[in-house]
């Protein structure tokens, strides 16, 4: 099945994203996803390859992970996060398991944020012990501290806030500039559901966070108020 499903994917390659998904997704020798390699696939293609495979074994989803092909493990967590969503609860944690157990397989940030959300926080949400997202964000691994803070938008999404809010307290001075976004990112999130909790957040850390993580955060706040904000970054 696995040679079935790259084959499948090969056949939607398009030869203009073979050169720039590579560009785009910093491959190059020094940059974040060096030595990653693009077929030139689309997102919607894969999408619709791992449609028909939502009943490949855990084996072939490991294959497919392990495959030097981007493509091909974005296909295997599409497959992954149906599979999760279709399961029993023992399936579900097998399923979370796995993922946790594979997150250097999920090594750029499009891998995480299609799947983290979906896996790591759905199965975290009904329960109260979440301390493994603390865990994530000190490790050493980039994929591992996104996964944390990129979980917490299932949280988000259902009103629960505060592990979004002290995640991002925690990881409020990183240097890797795609955390900065990722913590922006869930900052943006958060206030759509409660401005003056970002208000909180930002009187806090908004003279001393850095410019990129600020300025996801404060995006969908109007020109005023954003100007406000950046002005205290200034000072």
């Known amino acids: 099945m696995y040679d079935e499903i790259v084959q499948s994917l090969r056949q939607y390659i398009d030869e203009e994203k073979v050169v720039i998904l590579p560009r785009f997704f910093k491959t190059g020798e020094g940059e974040y996803g060096e030595g990653d390699r693009f077929l030139g696939v689309a ?10 495979y939502v009943h490949a074994s855990m084996e072939v989803v490991e294959k497919l992970l392990y495959s030097e ?8 967590l599409v497959i992954l996060m149906a599979q999760y969503r279709k399961a029993k609860d023992e399936g579900k ?10 997150t250097n397989r999920i090594n750029n940030w499009d891998l995480v944020d299609v799947s983290a959300p979906h896996i790591v926080g759905e199965h975290l949400y009904p329960r109260e012990d979440r301390t ?3 865990r ?11 996964i944390a803070i990129v979980s917490t938008l299932a949280f988000i999404r259902k009103g629960d806030l505060s592990d979004a809010f002290a995640l991002a307290d925690k990881l409020v001075y990183s240097t890797h500039d795609l955390m900065q976004k990722a913590v922006g990112w869930m900052l943006r999130e958060m206030g ?11 009187d806090k850390h908004a003279s001393t966070m850095p410019r990129t993580m600020l300025r996801y955060a404060i995006e969908k706040m109007d020109a005023y108020e954003q100007r406000e904000w950046r002005e205290r970054i200034r000072k």
Not at 43 to 52: E, F, N, Q, S
């Open 136 to 146: 994530l964000a000190e490790s050493p691994s980039l994929w591992e501290r996104r």
């Open 192 to 202: 759509k559901r409660d401005i003056g909790l970002l208000r909180i957040f930002l």
């Open 69 to 76: 092909w981007h493509e091909c493990r974005m296909c295997a």
């Open 93 to 102: 944690e097998r399923i979370f398991d796995f993922y946790l157990t594979h």
């Open 43 to 52: 997102v919607p293609h894969i999408r619709l390859v791992a449609k028909g």
């Open 132 to 134: 493994l997202l603390y």
